[in-house]
C-alpha cells in the first residue's frame, strides 16, 4: 500500500509529464536552440508525433542545443541521442549530416525545473522514459538494458585503417579500427592490434 507522500510524489509526477507533453514542440534551429534556458530541466525528442528520447539535464541549452543538435562533445561521452541516431543511420557520415537529419526530422519540448536536487530530476526521468518508452532510449530505470538485438538492429560500421574495407562492429571502439583479416595480419607480422571497447 502506498503511503500519502508517495501518491503525491505520483501526482506531482504526472501532472510535469502531461505539461511536458503539452507543450510546444520545436524544429531544432539555430534560433530555437539560442533560446532554450541555460537551467536544469527535462526535454523530449519526436520524430513526428513520437517520442523517441527523454533525458533530463542541469543545464538545457548545453545538453540539447550544445550536444544534441550541433554535436559538441561538452562532457564526457557526448550525444546519446546523436550515437544512437548514427547507429540508426550509418549513411550520415560526419556530423553535419547528423545535424542536418536532426533539423529535418526532429522537433523538441522541454520544461525547466529550478531550483532542482540532481536526484530528484534523474528521477523524473527515469519516470518519463518508464512511461514513455521512447524507442532511442538505451538506459531505463533498472539501469542499461542496450541489448545485442539492438546491437543487430543498429551496427556500428568502421573502415579499416590497413585495407580500407569496410566492416561491422556492435560497439564503439577507440584506437586503431582493423577489420578481423588484418588483425591477423599484424599479429603474423608483430605489429600492434590494440583495439578497447569503449
Known amino acids: 500500500m502506498l503511503d500519502e507522500q508517495c501518491k503525491q510524489r505520483i501526482i506531482t509526477m504526472e501532472a510535469e509529464l502531461a505539461q511536458l507533453l503539452q507543450g510546444e514542440f520545436v524544429v531544432f534551429v539555430r534560433d530555437t536552440v539560442d533560446a532554450i534556458p541555460e537551467a536544469p530541466g527535462i526535454y523530449l525528442i519526436r520524430d513526428g ?3 523517441v528520447y527523454c533525458g533530463s539535464a542541469q543545464n538545457l541549452r548545453l545538453r540539447v ?9 561538452v562532457r564526457m561521452g557526448g550525444s546519446q541521442f546523436r550515437g544512437i541516431l548514427n547507429r540508426k543511420h550509418p549513411d550520415l557520415k560526419d556530423n553535419e549530416a547528423l545535424t542536418g537529419y536532426i533539423e529535418d526530422h ?4 522541454f520544461i525547466v525545473k529550478d531550483p532542482v536536487k540532481k536526484r530528484e530530476l534523474k528521477l523524473f526521468e527515469k519516470f518519463c522514459n518508464s512511461v514513455l518508452r521512447p524507442e532511442f532510449i538505451e538506459y531505463g530505470a533498472i539501469g542499461k538494458i542496450w541489448s545485442s538485438s539492438h ?10 585503417e590497413d585495407c580500407g574495407g569496410e566492416f561491422p562492429s556492435g560497439r564503439r571502439r577507440t584506437g586503431p579500427k ?3 583479416d588484418c588483425i591477423t595480419k599484424r599479429r603474423r607480422e608483430g605489429g600492434g592490434t590494440r583495439q578497447r571497447p569503449l
Open 49 to 51: 508525433e513520437t517520442v
Open 178 to 180: 582493423l577489420c578481423k
Open 106 to 109: 526532429f522537433t523538441f519540448s
Open 65 to 73: 542545443g550544445r550536444e544534441h543538435y550541433l554535436g559538441e562533445q
Open 151 to 160: 546491437r543487430q538492429e543498429y551496427p556500428i560500421s568502421y573502415r579499416c
